[in-house]
T-cell receptor
Framework: QQPVQSPQAVILREGEDAVINCSSS?????VHWYRQKHGEAPVFLMI?????EQKGHEKISASFNEKKQQSSLYLTASQLSYSGTYFC??????????FGKGTLLTVNP | ETGVTQTPRHLVMGMTNKKSLKCEQH?????MYWYKQSAKKPLELMFV???????ENNSVPSRFSPECPNSSHLFLHLHTLQPEDSALYLC????????????????FGAGSRLTVL
């Protein structure tokens, strides 16, 4: 069962904030976030390994609520370069990552 | 450029053709993966190799045949494919396989866009 991401798509103006959510019905040992621009490889953003852990990457940060099996990706003061599809990957009890369907983020000038 | 190179980037083939996709990494990684990316579907794990040994075949039809001659190269051999196999095939690598899935940070290639006519 893959993680469920919401929203499926979001459109922002440059400078606005966004939150992308990822929830799982299975126990998660880790959450990974990747971004894929059109025609390019998915690129690793960050990994969260512990419940309650928060990590930041420039103006992009994330949290992981292990009890709720949920993670959220926060994009603040969005830039045009943030446009792309964001994927969360849930890590279970083995080495496999199960990915959500992705959230398409479009940042307009 | 991520360090994982996939060729060809685009491939069109008939249902009776035989072709191969190639993936190469010189990141010093020991685990390599094939994923299938279809529109509006999650990334689907197909195969995993760890130190050249196959550790995962995620119920993939036999018309897809992987090969990993060394830790730097991964191939996906294709034969008698179906139109529904048309998709973006992504190769990825990670330093190693860890369980539970903690630090298997994946480095992806840009993918091979396959169209089956």
């Amino acid at each position: 069962q893959q993680p469920v991401q919401s929203p499926q798509a979001v459109i922002l103006r440059e400078g606005e904030d966004a939150v992308i959510n990822c929830s799982s019905s299975k126990a998660l040992y880790s959450v990974h976030w990747y971004r894929q621009k059109h025609g390019e490889a998915p690129v690793f953003l960050m990994i969260l390994l512990k419940g309650g852990e928060q990590k930041g990457h420039e103006k992009i940060s994330a949290s992981f609520n292990e009890k709720k099996q949920q993670s959220s990706l926060y994009l603040t003061a969005s830039q045009l370069s943030y446009s792309g599809t964001y994927f969360c990957g849930g890590g279970g009890s083995n080495y496999k990552l199960t990915f959500g369907k992705g959230t398409l983020l479009t940042v307009n000038p | 450029e991520t360090g994982v190179t996939q060729t060809p980037r685009h491939l069109v083939m008939g249902m009776t053709n035989k072709k191969s996709l190639k993936c190469e990494q010189h990141l010093g990684h020991n685990a390599m993966y094939w994923y299938k990316q279809s529109a509006k579907k999650p990334l689907e794990l197909m195969f995993v190799y760890n130190f050249k040994e196959q550790t995962e075949n995620n119920s993939v039809p036999s018309r897809f045949s992987p090969e990993c001659p060394n830790s730097s190269h991964l191939f996906l051999h294709l034969h008698t494919l179906q139109p529904e196999d048309s998709a973006l095939y992504l190769c990825a690598s990670s330093l190693e396989l860890r369980s539970p899935s903690g630090a298997n940070v994946l480095t992806f290639g840009a993918g091979s866009r396959l169209t089956v006519l």
